[in-house]
């Protein structure tokens, strides 16, 4: 079956504008997390989605960023006033519901602010 | 303050050799430990987990260790082939406290070389 997708692969934008990034996670996956790799790091979570809801946005760095999951399968990370910091690999990652199954990460989409 | 740590940014092994990773945490809340490895422009893919209540797990080549009194796993290849090389995530998280998020070291880069 198909893996994680994100779109797009990359993006380039320019400090200051509004981006939205896409995440398909894996069909029948109930849990979705959103996490952020910059270089030279491991993957540093973001948010958790268990349906449509937001179980957990401790990670969220400010309130520039923020994540929807209205249908519970498709989520979009949004990222206002963006700024060079910003700049990283954004990795979204999906498991069944409960118990200790492993997340499966996709591609990612990396992010450059100039 | 880092909770998982991977001291070893880097590990240049021969193939047929055994690759010994090392990771090392410190919240002892931790119960659930994954390894993931990564190739250049992919997501992490899960290799291997192990549970607080084991002390060793085994999948084909793949063994990992953990010492939960000295809050220290490790990720044992043998024998190593060249298509092992990667970069190696070591993953933290609370099962147990419903918390899903996992809690990445900074990663090893293993180079299998002939």
């Known amino acids: 079956g198909a893996g994680v997708s994100q779109t797009p692969s990359n993006k380039v934008t320019e400090k200051g504008k509004y981006v939205e990034l896409r995440c398909d996670p894996i069909s029948g996956h109930t849990a979705l997390y959103w996490y952020r790799q910059s270089l030279g790091q491991g993957p540093e979570f973001l948010i958790y989605?268990?349906?449509?809801?937001?179980?957990?946005d401790s990670g969220l760095p400010n309130d520039r960023f923020f994540a929807v999951r209205p249908e519970g399968s498709v989520s979009t990370l949004k990222i206002q006033r963006t700024e060079r910091g910003d700049s990283a690999v954004y990795l979204c990652?999906?498991?069944?519901?409960?118990?200790?199954?492993?997340?499966?990460f996709g591609p990612g989409t990396r992010l450059t602010v100039l | 303050d880092q909770q998982v740590k991977q001291n070893s940014p880097s590990l240049s092994v021969q193939e047929g050799r055994i690759s010994i990773l090392n990771c090392d945490y410190t919240n002892s809340m931790f119960d659930y430990f994954l390894w993931y490895k990564k190739y250049p422009a992919e997501g992490p893919t899960f290799l291997i987990s192990i549970s607080s209540i084991k002390d060793k797990n085994e999948d084909g080549r793949f063994t990992v260790f953990l010492n939960k009194s000295a809050k220290h796993l490790s990720l044992h290849i043998v024998p190593s082939q060249p298509g092992d090389s990667a970069v190696y995530f070591c993953a933290a998280s609370r099962i147990s406290g419903g918390y899903n998020k996992l809690i990445f070291g900074a990663g090893t880069r293993l180079a299998v070389h002939p």
């Open positions: 990652a999906s498991k069944l519901a409960g118990g200790v199954n492993e997340q499966f």
């Open positions: 989605f268990q349906g449509t809801g937001a179980a957990d």
